[in-house]
């Protein structure tokens, strides 16, 4: 089946199409209805109970589906921590 799909189909931009539909479609449920974009995130949790070739495509997917300032935000909580961290410690140790 792999071998009739190769030759009548381009892989890349097969994986390249599924990747894109599925970006597209967390980036609507995600914003738009997030009772659709739960029930996808357990069909997903399903279909990781076996090795199927979708998830790969979903993976990929998924990693740039980031909301946008995501790592922004994460990066700041995390120096907020940081700098919490040290205030306490420097407060501790005054003279």
Known sequence: ??????????????????????????????????EEFDVWR????????????ILALIAAAE?????????VKLLAIALAIVGLFLAVILWANRP
């Open 63 to 71: 990693a740039s589906t980031r909301p946008r300032g995501d790592l």
């Open 1 to 34: 089946m792999n071998d009739a799909f190769d030759s009548q189909c381009d892989r890349t931009n097969y994986e390249q199409k599924i990747t894109n539909l599925v970006r597209k479609f967390c980036a609507d449920a995600r914003a738009d209805n997030r």
């Open 42 to 53: 357990e069909a997903v949790r399903t279909l990781r109970r076996e090795d199927h070739y």
